[in-house]
């Protein structure tokens, strides 16, 4: 007998659909994203079934000032994951089409190839590439990083304006980036792993000119147990770039790991940034792992597409 299939909206007053998120998607935590701004867990997180039992999930962050949203996806490996996937593609997109979203984006592991071919059966297209570098920081000497100089200061509590501005400034028009609201910053500051101790702002007078974001709080290395940290974001003011400070923030921040003793730093970044894959490179940062970003226009559902 065949099993049934169902996809559904989240109950969030359901503590079995609240358990089930956590469980399938690591790292996560219900009650964080049910406050993130722009967020509606009763319409953006489906849930598939398959006879009463949660096999999968789809999860949609919102991010219209760039006309897009971002599918996150997972479907338990003993089912087929064609006809589960396909049926939670159609319902996010029946959902991003109403929001007025005008694509969809959706990050794969470059070594997925099934999965990859049945995005680029379902109408998708590769659109970008990012990279992932890692460093061993217990090798790197900071000894000229390991004090703040007199220009750089956490970020101190109610700095969240300060933070957004200074983001927005230096991410302006760059691929992927939704520019921040001050709600979206204070959330990242309050979600797990993120304190605003772990954000280094570098200063001219009373203005921001440069920012490190760090994440200490990553978990640990699969095959080694070491402690690992992120990068998280990195910015100069672009009226101020190639004069070192990249660099002079890049190590503090991992300075700042370090002492929290983090050992193994991860950073993303996209493939057509040659500034920054210098400055990591030049740091001793390693190629290890690749993404692809695949698109989706949204139009009119195609017939065999969602
Ligand atoms: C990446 C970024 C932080 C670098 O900051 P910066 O202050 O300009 O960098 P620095 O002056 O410290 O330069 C450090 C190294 O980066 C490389 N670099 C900087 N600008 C470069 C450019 N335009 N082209 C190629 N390499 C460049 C060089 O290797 C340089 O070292 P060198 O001067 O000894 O050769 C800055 O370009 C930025 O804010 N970009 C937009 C936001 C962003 O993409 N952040 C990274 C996300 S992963």
Request: charged share 25%.
């Amino acid at each position: 007998m065949g099993h049934k299939l169902t996809v559904r909206n989240c109950n969030p007053q359901d503590p079995r659909d609240c358990e089930a998120y956590e469980r399938l998607k690591p790292g996560a935590v219900f009650a964080h994203m049910a406050n993130r701004p722009n967020y509606d867990a009763r319409e953006d997180l489906f849930f598939a079934d398959v006879d009463g039992a949660i096999i999968g999930y789809l999860d949609i962050t919102v991010e219209l000032g760039i006309g897009r949203v971002v599918l996150d996806y997972w479907v338990h490996p003993s089912y087929s994951p064609r006809p589960i996937l396909m049926e939670l593609l159609h319902r996010a997109l029946e959902r991003a089409r109403k929001l007025g979203a005008r694509k969809a984006h959706v990050s794969v592991h470059s070594d997925k190839l099934a999965e990859a071919e049945l995005l680029l059966s379902s109408g998708f297209n590769e659109v970008r590439r990012h990279y992932e570098f890692r460093l061993d920081v217990s090798e790197v000497n900071l000894e000229s990083a390991d004090r703040l100089n007199s220009a750089c200061r956490h970020l101190e509590a109610g700095g969240e304006e300060r933070l957004a501005q200074i983001q927005n400034r230096c991410f302006a028009g760059t691929w992927g980036y939704n520019p921040n609201t001050i709600e979206d910053i204070a959330w990242w500051l309050r979600v797990k792993g993120n304190s605003p101790d772990d954000v280094i702002l570098a200063w001219d007078g009373s203005r921001v000119i440069g920012y490190c974001w760090t994440a200490a709080d990553c978990g640990q290395d699969s095959s080694t147990g070491r402690n690992k940290g992120r990068i998280y974001m990195l910015g100069v003011d672009p009226d101020l770039r190639n004069r070192g400070l990249g660099r002079e923030l890049l190590r503090a921040g991992l300075s700042h790991l370090k002492s929290k003793g983090r050992e193994i730093i991860d950073i993303t970044v996209d493939s057509k940034n040659d500034a920054a894959i210098k400055l990591y490179d030049s740091e001793g940062f390693q190629l290890c792992e690749e993404t692809l970003w695949y698109e989706r226009i949204i139009g009119y559902p195609h017939p065999g597409n969602p």
